[in-house]
């Protein structure tokens, strides 16, 4: 039995008659009591507004709010906690990068580079300052198997390229992109390096001092987090000479009747009320994940990945995309029935399983495959639920008579 | 759940051997619509003549329930006024809600096999997919009333 599965309060339930099989983890976590009892703790005992009233539970909201700022900062080995903005998720990161970065230092000539296999979010901000700034958006080459091609790319990146974005970790294909590389390479040419952690951070150790990488964006949902959090690293030098892109309360040093004037990091970029339970939320998975530990996790997902990646390629008519050495996920069609009918009978087996194009249509165009199937994995998965897994695909072949056919 | 409430035999039928899949040759009305949350596609061609729908095709990608549905949808859809198909969009309508429907009204025939939709709200959007393309095409095309 799986050691940590007591730890998530959902799987208390059979769903469709059978016990939950929850292979969705890159769309979104679960969550364990601990997570759930911080919230719970925080609008029961000391739920106030932060950094305002000098009130007592103030004063505790403040301090645990301004504390999961900081086990953010030593989980990513930030510097300072004056590079650790908290936003509304992976999205809301990114398109501050693309408002504020973006719009201000761009302009006609330079030039974007992502790949054809970003998550939209991670391609429609690019896009839209590519239009508004008339720098130019590019695409770096992918191999066959996903995984950026590094001589390529080395090819490609000039003097022009003023920003890179790239996945760490698809969420299609599970590739691990060598960001490091690639942040000394256009570090080389003037450029910054933006990353998409949504998939990486929930599985792997994050380091942005070692990997040099100037932004990092993240989602706590996907990391057993509650939703409507995530964060934004950036590079204190670089975020200092950032405009906030919301104004209001909390954001402000000094108001004027006709200017005013920004706080200092990194609370310029938290405008409003915060999401203050979120942050809490959030600290209390980071705590979980740190008592597992990082690299025990990483291990443990690609360990199911690989033995799910081999079973589904063993079985006929199954086509696995992506590499062979990936995070927490494997991708597949079945020949002839539609991702979407391999889903409905999957979830009758209570096997919760994606469908479709995962937000990367410009991938699956790439992929030549209208969608896919995925599974995912995480810490409360098992060898037990790819057995279910490959059990619940052929029982989809038989019942679509694939043999017949 | 039961997976034979969706997956009836008729539709199978359908999704394995599309009816009037394909383009219509001479000119025609064109929709194209997407299912943006899942990835689904139809291209729907009607040839309307004197208030009715002489001919339609469709093409497209998509799941067993979608293109199945647009089989029938087309099938059906044939021959009839397209007040009448305006009707058949509503009624279709009431019924992926699970409401019950006059099925003296009209002759759903093999459409009658997609009622166990109605039971996996997951796949309502595949099953009218078609359905919401032909009545963008005509009240586009009849946006001065019929
Ligand atoms: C690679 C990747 N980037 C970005 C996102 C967007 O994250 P969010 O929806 O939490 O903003 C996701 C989530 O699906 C993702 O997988």
Known sequence: ?405 | MQLDDLYRRVIMDHYQRPRNRGRIENEALTVDLNNPTCGDRISLQMKLQNGKIEEAKFEGDGCSISMASASMMTETVKGLKVKQALQLVDLFSDMMQGSEVDLEQFPLEDIEALMGVAKFPARIKCATLAWKAMEKGLKNEYKEGL
């Open chain 1, 1 to 405: 039995m799986n050691p940590y599965k007591k730890d998530f309060p959902i799987f208390k339930q059979t769903v469709n008659g059978h016990p939950l099989v929850y292979l969705d983890s890159s769309a979104t976590s679960q969550k364990p009591f601990q997570v759930i009892e911080a919230l719970e703790d925080y609008y029961k005992t000391y739920n106030s507004n932060v950094h305002r009233g000098v009130h007592t539970l103030g004063t505790k909201a403040t301090d645990a709010y301004e504390g999961a700022r900081e086990k953010v900062r030593r989980f990513i080995n930030a510097r300072s906690t004056k590079e650790v903005i908290f936003t509304r998720g992976t999205t809301t990161a990114i398109n501050i990068v693309a408002q504020s970065y973006g719009r201000a230092r761009l302009s006609k000539g330079d030039e974007i580079l992502i790949t054809p296999a970003e998550h939209h979010s991670n391609l429609i901000p690019w896009q839209q300052v590519a239009k508004s700034t008339g720098a130019t958006l590019n695409y770096l080459s992918l191999r066959q198997d996903g995984s950026l091609d590094l001589d390529q790319a080395k090819e490609q990146v000039n003097t022009n390229t003023k920003i890179i974005a790239i996945h760490h970790v698809s969420n299609v294909l599970g590739t691990i992109q060598p960001i490091a590389e690639l942040a000394a390479l256009v570090h080389k040419q003037g450029g910054i390096i933006v990353v998409d952690g949504a998939q990486s951070v929930p599985h792997l150790n994050t380091d942005v001092q070692q990997w040099g990488i100037d932004f990092l964006a993240f989602s706590s949902h996907k990391m057993f987090g509650p939703t409507g959090i995530g964060v934004l690293y950036g590079k204190e030098h670089l975020l200092e000479e950032m405009e906030p892109i919301e104004f209001g309360g909390e954001m402000i040093d000094e108001v004027g009747l006709y200017e005013s004037k920004w706080t200092e990091l990194p609370w310029k970029f938290e405008g409003g009320t915060p999401i203050i339970a979120g942050a809490i939320g959030l600290g209390a998975a980071i705590d979980y994940l740190e008592e597992i530990g990082m690299e025990q996790i990483f291990q443990h997902d690609h360990a199911l990945a690989k033995y799910a990646m081999e079973e589904i390629s063993r079985i006929e008519g199954c086509t696995v995309y992506g590499p062979k050495e990936r995070v927490g996920l494997v991708t597949f069609n079945l020949e002839g029935i539609h991702p979407h009918d391999v889903a409905t009978v999957l979830d009758a087996k209570g096997i919760a399983v994606r469908a479709g194009h995962h937000c990367c249509q410009p991938l699956m165009r790439w992929l030549e495959v209208p969608a896919t199937v995925r599974a995912s994995f995480h810490i409360y998965n098992d060898d037990a639920d790819v057995d279910a897994l490959i059990k619940g695909i052929q029982t989809t072949k038989e019942y679509f008579g694939y043999a017949t056919r």
